[in-house]
């Protein structure tokens, strides 16, 4: 398994945390990383993290004629990623995902359902497929879907509208000729339906959440307690979330 990362100078401080989480539940997950405006100490500091086996390292500036804003900039180019990496590399199944993100307890269920789909994914509606977690089988399918996902993206102004909508669209187009995992969003949304099930990603993407020194501190926390051993419990990011809203 290899896991995709794409993220900027702003977003470094969360790779330590993430990887440390792989490699208490995934241990022999492989990191590919596609980094922008990064001094050469922030690359080999990454370099040097472990299990990451390729980063790199490009400069650009936001362009408001090309984007209504940096991060989509960067988001819609998250298919080129996909695809450099597939090709650059032999595995079942890439992940590629967001930075601010900490993995729970390990995927043997996912990895299990993708043997036999193509693309896996958190299906929010009819126009909104989340982006920020996508399991790709290494297929033909998979392959075309992804560059397909790219193109649009790419296409006109880069804004919210080309991305997750976009995700959404191709999912209409081929839900009947490819095979699709739908995860729940309990997979990695921290605070819905808990009294449902076990969330196995947290993700810090919710602005209720906190500042994101906050929710560093809150992922830290969570990290250290899973270090010595113990399993994510739910009532944990109640209480350290809560401990640190009251503040």
């Known amino acids: 398994m290899i896991v995709i990362l794409y993220f900027d100078k702003n977003y470094i401080w969360w790779v330590p945390i ?6 208490l539940y995934e241990a022999k997950v492989k990191f590919v990383f596609y980094t922008f405006n990064l001094s050469n100490k922030q690359i080999n500091k990454m370099k040097e ?13 936001y362009d408001p004629l090309e984007a209504t804003s940096w991060l989509y900039q960067l988001v819609c180019r998250k298919g080129k990623f996909i695809i450099d990496a597939m090709n650059r590399y032999r595995s079942d199944l890439f ?26 994914f ?45 995700l959404a669209s191709l999912y209409e187009k ?26 196995y990603i947290l993700s810090a993407h919710k602005s209720y959440m906190g500042t994101p020194p906050e929710k560093y501190a ?19 990011y109640q209480q350290i979330h809560g401990s640190w809203r009251s503040k």
């Open 49 to 61: 993290l472990k299990n990451v086996i390729f980063v790199k390292n490009e400069g650009m500036e």
């Open 218 to 236: 809150i992922y830290k926390e969570i990290l250290e307690r899973m270090k010595k051993g113990k399993l994510f419990k739910k009532k944990w």
């Open 95 to 120: 992940i590629n995902m967001d930075v601010d993100m900490l993995l729970l307890r390990n995927l043997n269920d996912l990895k299990d359902s993708m043997r036999d789909n193509d693309i896996g």
């Open 174 to 199: 081929y839900k009947d000729k490819m095979k699709f995992v739908l995860l729940t969003r309990q997979y990695l949304d921290p605070t819905y339906g808990w009294e449902i099930n076990d969330p």
């Open 18 to 23: 993430l990887v440390e989480s792989f490699n």
């Open 122 to 166: 958190v299906r929010i509606s009819e126009k909104k497929i989340m982006s920020g977690f996508i399991a790709i089988r290494n297929s033909n399918n998979s392959r075309k879907f992804i560059e397909e996902y790219y193109q649009k993206a790419m296409t006109g102004k880069l804004k919210r509208e080309n991305d997750q909508p976009v």
